[in-house]
């Protein structure tokens, strides 16, 4: 089982909850018992970060978290593997709590309840299906809770000391425009990532060898953004990897080769760069730009003919009337005149909407519809619905400038925060014990 637990900054980002205070301890210190050897071990010191302290309990549960979300299977080679990816993650939970300490930035137990929901609603699992699955498995729930906490923080430090730094200018706006004018069809890839660094620090053979490891890993069935979220060390590891669509020339030259040559659902080989290993997962294709008909927004007229309750139309009288609107119904204005002659409540004008956000079987009936002309009779409960588009705005296949500067601004963000978070990890006092 594959739960995205490590990307809910992406998921709370838009509306921000925040956490109850972590309950880890707590429950660690219960589980010494008997105060034996073992508990006394859980119980020590594994790095201290400026004043809080990060115990080996803390490490044990934030590991048994991820053997119980991620599907890889528990061996001591793995836990060797990513023990550093998951005193890193502590190590900066604790930071980003720190500074949201500092800021006055507080958290309430309302909204943690809010937060694992919508990381359960996320990866379609029902309310409650987190405490059930680490009960089963013996794992520690304040991990989780810990977790959700620092980032939903952080998401708040973000806003409140970086956004208003963050300026996009109406020529930056335009120069992306231009840009993806002059690229519009061609190539386009959408790419998820796992980055492995080499540098002075590190023996580049271990790196390919755990390169090795990861891509069996994710060929064998290991979903690939499990595996990136707790492995790569791009920033892209709390969405599972995901680097979204990326035009044919904006890789460097070696990644852009091998994108070249696969094919979609393809992983990569790990691809040497000037700074590590890649693994790449190659998830679609397309042409840059190209329009999307569920983004074309259409004006609609419906006629809706009911079944059910106390205005249903009998056999009858519903075969006679859908024979009218299909013979009848030749315009936008027969269609308004007809529902308020035969239709029922319901019947009438529909405002400009995306095609994409219509119900299903609405959705479908228009989406190659053309104009001036009614649908086949669509059968949803309760009645039958005819609809007529009354007008259609196709997709041009390129962002407006709103949503560019929204990116743009986001992006910028983005950096920033990172560069925040950087600076907080060269300021502290780490002491790292295991």
């Not at 803390?58 to 599907?71: E, H, K, P, Y």
């Not at 009858?316 to 859908?322: D, G, I, T």
């Amino acid at each position: 089982m594959n739960i995205k637990v490590l990307s809910v900054v992406a998921v709370l980002a838009a509306s921000v909850a925040a956490v109850v205070t972590p309950v880890h301890a707590q429950q660690g210190a219960a589980s010494q018992g008997g105060a034996n050897a073992a508990g006394a071990g859980a119980m020590g010191i594994a790095a201290v970060v400026n004043e809080d302290i990060i115990t080996v309990f803390d490490v044990q549960s934030r590991m048994a978290m991820f053997l119980a979300t991620s599907g890889m299977e528990n061996t001591p080679d793995l836990q060797r593997r990513i023990l550093p990816q998951v005193i890193q993650g502590l190590i900066e939970e604790r930071l980003k709590l720190q500074e949201a300490k500092r800021l006055k930035i507080t958290t309430t137990e309302p909204e943690v309840r809010n937060a694992v929901e919508m990381i359960e609603a996320q990866n379609g699992m029902q309310p409650g299906s987190f405490r059930k699955l680490f009960t089963e498995r013996n794992v520690d729930l304040g991990t989780l809770y810990s977790q959700i906490e620092s980032d939903v923080a952080w998401v708040k430090v973000v806003r409140q000391e970086l956004r208003r730094n963050v300026l996009v200018a109406p020529e930056e706006v335009k120069n992306v425009m231009e840009r993806l004018k002059a690229n519009q069809g061609r190539p386009e890839h959408l790419l998820s990532e796992i980055f492995l660094p080499v540098n002075a620090t590190t023996s580049e053979g271990d790196i390919r060898q755990l390169a090795d490891r990861l891509v069996q890993q994710a060929r064998s069935g290991t979903p690939f953004a499990a595996i990136a979220q707790q492995f790569s060390q791009s920033p892209t590891a709390a969405v599972g990897g995901d680097l979204g669509w990326v035009m044919q020339g904006e890789l460097e030259a070696e990644l852009d080769r091998a994108v070249a040559g696969m094919e979609p659902n393809e992983i990569s080989e790990p691809i040497r760069s000037t700074t590590g290993y890649h693994i790449l997962s190659l998830r679609g294709r397309r042409a840059s730009g190209a329009p999307d008909p569920m983004m074309s927004v259409v004006t609609l007229m419906q006629i809706y003919l009911p079944t059910l309750g106390g205005r249903a139309q009998n056999p009858a009288q519903l075969a006679q009337n859908s024979n009218t609107i299909m013979t009848q119904a030749a315009s936008c204005q027969n269609m308004l005149d007809l529902g308020k002659r035969i239709g029922g409540p319901g019947s009438g004008g529909i405002e400009p909407i995306r095609v994409g956000g219509l119900p299903d079987k609405v959705r479908d009936a228009v989406a190659s519809l053309p104009v001036n002309r009614v649908s086949p009779p669509i059968e949803v409960t309760g009645a039958r619905l005819f609809v007529m588009v009354c007008q259609r705005i196709d997709d041009s296949g390129l962002p407006d400038e709103n949503q560019i500067a929204s990116k743009l601004e986001n992006d910028k963000l983005e950096n920033l925060a990172r560069q925040k978070l950087r600076d907080l990890r060269r300021q502290a006092l780490v002491d790292v014990r295991i």
